[in-house]
């Protein structure tokens, strides 16, 4: 076969819906995201997606949790919420969580390596400003089977 027949077979295939790499694959799972202020200050948190693109995930009060319906891929692992209209995988990079009020300069990040190389049902992450003042400290405690 010509690259040029190859070509054309590919972008007939993507047009028509059969070959979407943006969308969902059957062995993609559903899980849950749980991120907790487990400090004394109230957060300001942002769900940080590939491509500096972000969503505000807003104030989070001493003990309170901000959860999250998200997706993981089955393929590499990678974490996902799809767009709006359904059509596009929107990929996790972070979460970033600072002091409400000051957060450039005490922000800190979820990493969610652990997570992505794991399949777990659940994720439960926590982030608290140190007793001692600094940058936000976040962890995954536990991945839920």
């Known amino acids: 076969m010509t690259r040029r027949f190859l070509t054309l077979l590919g972008l007939a295939l993507i047009s ?7 969308q969902p694959a ?3 799972r559903a899980l849950h995201l749980s991120l907790v202020n487990t400090g004394a200050v109230a957060l300001h948190c942002r769900l940080i997606f590939g ?25 590499d692992g990678a974490l996902y919420i799809l767009r709006a209209d359904g059509q596009r995988r929107m990929m996790i990079e972070t ?8 957060w450039m300069v005490s922000y800190g990040q979820v990493d969610f390596a652990p997570a992505r190389s794991a399949r777990p ?13 600094g940058r ?4 995954l405690p536990r991945l839920e089977n």
């Open 16 to 22: 028509s819906g059969v070959a979407r790499a943006d």
């Open 26 to 28: 059957a062995d993609d």
């Open 51 to 75: 491509h500096w693109v972000e969503q505000d995930l807003g104030p989070v009060a001493p003990g309170g949790a901000v959860d999250l319906a998200i997706s993981q891929a089955g393929k």
């Open 95 to 102: 979460i970033i969580c600072g002091r409400d009020g000051d």
């Open 121 to 133: 049902a659940g994720i439960a992450a926590s982030c608290a400003v140190p007793a001692a003042g």
């Open 136 to 139: 936000v400290v976040c962890s």
